[in-house]
């Protein structure tokens, strides 16, 4: 399977800034995703990500607040922009990478802790 | 959107002890995965599963499509099985992925 990292792995940041999240697969890749876990709670989708086209956004996530950008195959940010404690969260990418009887298999990236003071 | 259900939220067994972890679906669906998340937040992709039987060691799976329902069997626990198990599904629409729904998970304690 393809090979997912993330940067940075975690960070502590103050309320009222934003934070750019990077996932990098080592492999090109049509459809990406980001999702969101609170603590102690499940994986929520935040966006699909496409590249060469506009990211598609869940309820309750906006373009204002987690802007994402998805310049080429291999390669997608997220951004948490205006941080309060309530964005604090572990934040995923994940790939959609086919293979033979398996056509829509997601693998997720090691994931960001966020904390937000 | 499609719910997701998980039974047991949580399960606490001694080691060597079998445990059935069951997903409930709302609606068809095309992708159906299970999941391990370890104690560092990392994700670790168990089955592939949309409909069928799967087994891989001492981990199997069975999905029953036309009743919406999906099982995780764990043999022979051990205390690396500790951690929470997700049951995620997708209904791939002709227009592309739709992402992955969760369900709450099952929080699985295996004492030594």
């Known amino acids: 399977s393809a090979v997912i990292s993330q940067k940075p792995s975690r960070d502590i940041c103050q309320r009222g800034t934003s934070l750019t999240i990077q996932c990098q697969v080592d492999?090109?890749?049509?459809?990406m995703f980001w999702y969101r876990q609170q603590p102690g709670q499940s994986l929520t989708l935040i966006a699909t990500?496409?590249?060469?086209?506009?990211?598609?956004?869940e309820s309750g996530f906006v373009i204002d607040k987690f802007p994402i950008s998805r310049p080429n195959l291999t390669f997608s940010t997220l951004t948490v922009s205006n941080m309060s404690p309530e964005d604090s969260s572990i934040y995923l990418c994940?790939?959609?990478?086919?293979?033979?009887?398996?056509?829509?298999?997601?693998?997720f990236g090691p994931g960001t802790r966020l904390t937000v003071l | 959107g499609i719910q997701v259900e998980q039974s047991p939220p949580d399960l606490i067994l001694q080691e060597g002890a079998n445990s059935t972890l069951r997903c409930n679906f709302s609606?068809?669906?095309?992708?159906l995965q299970w999941f391990h998340q370890n104690p560092w937040g990392q994700l670790i992709n168990l089955f592939y599963?949309?409909?069928g039987t799967k087994q891989n060691g001492r981990l199997s799976a069975t999905t029953v499509a036309t009743e919406r329902y999906s099982l995780l069997y764990i043999s022979s626990s051990q205390t690396t099985d500790s951690g929470v198990y997700f049951c995620?599904?997708?209904?791939?629409?002709?227009?592309?992925?739709?992402?992955?729904?969760f369900g709450k998970g099952t929080h699985l304690i295996i004492q030594p």
């Open positions: 995620a599904v997708e209904l791939h629409s002709g227009g592309g992925a739709d992402g992955l729904t």
């Open positions: 599963i949309p409909s």
């Open positions: 492999s090109q890749v049509t459809m």
């Open positions: 990500a496409n590249q060469g086209s506009e990211a598609t956004y």
């Open positions: 994940s790939v959609e990478e086919p293979s033979r009887g398996r056509p829509w298999e997601q693998f």
């Open positions: 609606d068809s669906v095309n992708n």
